[in-house]
Structure formats: structure tokens, C-alpha cells
């Protein structure tokens, strides 16, 4: 629905999305001849839908695939306990008390920091299972969608897991591939305990993780997660989210209204990346709340919807969703583009 008198806004609701076709804000009145009454002055229609109508439409449909709002707005700073069980079918946001040493302590707790929602693989390839798998000892012969097994190759490390994303994060061992054969692949168990063809059913995906370099515990190469290993293990050692400057712990809630919100705490000898702001990792503010509620991005569209001036082109632009935003919406509506969102991310991964 898009309203032409409707002040600045963008809404969501179960079968309605609705924008306004207008930026103002304020609503104008305008004396009606001979009375003492006012009558509404609707702002002229604009002859084509401003780059806001796309930004906010994409906003407000991503709230209806399970993204929240990662900035905050209330007058509560903190998010009330009874608030938190919210987020939980929410992607890209996370209550403070899973991560943190206590309320009033909010520094990371970083025996609790391996709970971070968004520690899913980055994934190079996935493909939807078109049935359930069979098996003769551990080597599995699995049938995916058509076209789903192109770009998968002999040798590859692949793990099954099941969707929908935020209900099954975890993946099974790993499988070597041993053979593709067009929407067919073979592939033998390599680690873990054994898995149970059965339990995987068509609509669940086979996947490919990134891996990383090998290691003397890890000679394929650890799976690597969208938080980086170095920004995990700085956001232990450091207790804090990226966006705040170190300090005297513990550090305050308090209002932070930046449209992007710069890293001010990231580890030494970083690769450099070309935006920072767009390193994931935990970042405050999420579900409208200054504080108790972390997102992954100092950058994305659910945390800005409005247009901005792109600072190379020069030319109107709007922010993009961040890599786990993407990923949420991908994983849910089309897997296969896991490729295409990594091998935009990986320009922005901070390691190797």
C-alpha cells in the first residue's frame, strides 16, 4: 500500500506492507475560506516512486522474513526481560543477557560468546535436497534439486542441515564428495558421529562451507563462521561490542543514534577492510532498544532505511542489508544464492 498523505513513514503488518510516497514528516493545514476551521494541504504526488519507496518496501518485507530493527528509539534504554523471548525467531538480533555477565555488568562474557546467533559457516555452495538420502555403511548418495549439485566437485567437504535456519543452526560432520553425477552426489562421512541418513528429509540443504587454512587440529581447515575468528576472539578478550570505545568497565547504556555505527574496538594488525562498519561481530542497540540487544552490523538496512549520497558516485543510494541479514533472507527463500552473497562478503571478511 502506498499512501499519499501518510507523514514519513514505513509499516509492516501480517498480508499489508504500507510506505509512504512522501518524506515530510509533518502534516500541512491550510484555512478553509470563510470558517475558523483548518483543512489538511495533502502534499502533491510525486510522478514516479523516490529510490525511499524501494529502500522502505525492502525494510518492511525483511521484517516479514524474520529481521528486526537494530536501531534503538525508547525511552527504555534496556530491553525488559520480558521483552527478550521476542527476538528469538529474529536473525539479526540477540538479548544482551545470553552474552553478557549480568545486567548490570555488560561487559562480554566471553565464556558465554560461542552462544552469538550468527556464528553460522559462511557458504560458498548449497543445494535443497530434492529427497531423503540413502545409504550403504557411511558413504551417502544424495539427490538434490535440479541444477543444485553444479560447481560441487570430487573432493569437496560438504555437510547437510536443515532448515529453517534459526531452528537448526547446526550442521551434521562433515562428507567428502566422491562423485557427482549431474543432480546426484556421493559423498562418504569423514568426522563425527555417524550420521543418520533418515533423519534428513527434502527441503533441508546440503551445504559447502568456506574453510579456512589448515591447522595442526584441523588439517582440511576450519569451517570459517560470518564473525571472523579474529573479531571473536577480540570480542572475548576485549569484553566489549565493537562499537564502543574501550573504557573503564562496566561500560553504560546510553543513546546511540548514528545512522552507521563506526567499529571504535577492533584488534591490532587487522586486514584492511574498505568498510569497517560493515565487519561483523556485536554491535549495540536492536529491537528499538538503546541497550540489552545486540545486532552484526554497524551498517545495514535495518538499521538505516533512508537514501543517502554515495560518497564515490556522488549519486542517490541506499544502505545494504549486512552479510547476516543477507544470509537470514537467502537461507529461507533461495539457498543456491549463498554463492553469490559470499562472494560478496568475502571482500569484506576480515582475515584470510
Excluded at 538434490?144 to 569437496?156: K, V
Excluded at 562428507?175 to 549431474?182: A, S
Excluded at 571504535?264 to 577492510?273: E, I, M, R
Excluded at 540487544?293 to 554497524?298: A, E, I, Q
Aim: a neutral charge; glycine letters at 10%; one cysteine or more.
Amino acid at each position: 500500500m502506498l499512501c499519499g498523505g501518510t507523514p514519513f513513514s514505513g509499516v509492516q503488518k501480517p498480508g499489508l506492507i504500507a510506505s509512504s510516497l512522501r518524506s515530510e514528516d509533518e502534516v500541512r493545514l491550510k484555512p478553509v475560506a470563510g470558517t475558523r476551521k483548518l483543512d489538511v494541504d495533502p502534499y502533491p504526488l510525486p510522478a514516479g516512486a523516490p529510490l525511499a519507496i524501494g529502500s522502505r518496501v525492502a525494510h518492511e518485507i525483511a521484517h516479514a522474513f524474520g529481521l528486526k530493527d537494530e536501531y534503538g528509539e525508547f525511552a527504555t534504554l534496556r530491553i525488559p526481560a520480558t521483552q527478550e523471548q521476542g527476538l528469538k525467531t529474529q536473525g539479526n538480533v540477540q538479548p544482551g543477557s545470553e552474552l553478557e555477565v549480568s545486567a548490570a555488568d555488560r561487559r562480554l562474557d566471553p565464556a558465554k560468546l560461542g552462544k552469538i546467533k550468527w556464528l553460522w559457516p559462511r557458504l560458498d555452495h548449497a543445494g535443497v535436497l530434492a529427497a531423503e538420502p540413502t545409504a550403504i555403511g557411511a558413504t551417502f548418495t544424495i539427490t538434490l534439486a535440479r541444477g543444485h549439485a553444479r560447481g560441487l566437485r570430487e573432493g569437496n567437504f560438504v555437510r547437510l542441515r536443515h532448515r529453517p535456519l534459526l531452528e537448526h543452526p547446526e550442521a551434521s560432520d562433515r562428507l567428502r564428495i566422491d562423485r557427482v553425477d549431474g543432480d546426484v552426489v556421493t559423498a562418504t562421512q569423514v568426522t563425527g558421529p555417524a550420521i543418520v541418513a533418515g533423519a534428513w528429509h527434502p527441503g533441508d540443504i546440503l551445504i559447502r562451507p568456506v574453510r579456512g587454512v589448515a591447522t595442526p587440529g584441523d588439517r582440511d581447515g576450519a569451517d570459517l563462521p560470518l564473525v571472523a575468528p579474529i573479531i571473536f576472539a577480540h570480542l572475548g578478550m576485549s569484553q566489549l561490542p565493537l562499537d564502543l570505545a574501550p573504557g573503564p568497565p562496566p561500560p553504560s547504556c546510553a543513546v546511540d543514534k548514528h545512522d552507521v555505527q563506526q567499529p571504535q574496538n577492533l584488534p591490532a594488525g587487522l586486514a584492511p577492510v574498505r568498510y569497517r562498519a560493515q565487519i561483523v561481530g556485536l554491535y549495540d542497540n536492536g529491537a528499538r532498544y538503546f541497550c540489552g540487544v545486540y545486532h552484526p552490523s554497524g551498517a545495514c538496512l535495518m538499521r538505516n532505511q533512508e537514501p543517502i549520497i554515495d560518497p564515490v558516485s556522488r549519486r542517490p543510494t541506499t544502505y545494504l542489508l549486512c552479510p547476516v541479514c543477507r544470509y537470514v533472507l537467502v537461507d529461507r527463500l533461495d539457498p543456491t544464492k549463498h554463492a553469490v552473497i559470499d562472494d560478496d562478503y568475502k571482500k569484506r571478511y576480515p582475515q584470510p
